[in-house]
Nanobody, 121 residues
Framework: QVQLVESGGGLVQAGGSLRLSCAAS????????MGWYRQALGKQRELVAT???????KYADSVKGRFTISRDNAKNTVYLQMNSLKPEDTAVYYC???????????????WGQGTQVTVSS
């Protein structure tokens, strides 16, 4: 099983910044997409941002211009720089990857345990 270890969540005032990190914890044959989703209390999980192994990115409209996703392929790590945070960004943020553990295995989706981001007004 691929484990995704997240860090960097916490409490910040509106207008502040946080940086989330997520590292895959074991050797993996290949990782296609890495990204972040979030789930606010009482709401469905939603996409925040994704990045492919080639560096193509996708963002939710609500975070465009404020959040930046990046990755270090050599370290199997993805980052999310969050600036100009708003109270509506408050949620549990989940790391995601679509990966192939070995050449003879199919691609699968893997999720981190989640990290809380709270933005106070």
């Amino acid at each position: 099983q691929v484990q995704l270890v997240e860090s960097g969540g916490g409490l910040v005032q509106a207008g502040g910044s946080l940086r989330l990190s997520c590292a895959a914890s074991r050797s993996i044959f290949s990782i296609n997409v890495m990204g972040w989703y979030r789930q606010a209390l009482g709401k469905q999980r939603e996409l925040v941002a994704t990045i492919t192994s080639g560096g193509s990115t996708k963002y939710a409209d609500s975070v465009k211009g404020r959040f930046t996703i990046s990755r270090d392929n050599a370290k199997n790590t993805v980052y999310l720089q969050m600036n100009s945070l708003k109270p509506e960004d408050t949620a549990v943020y989940y790391c995601y990857c679509n990966a192939q553990r070995a050449i003879w295995r199919p691609q699968n989706d893997f999720w981190g345990q989640g990290t809380q981001v709270t933005v106070s007004s």
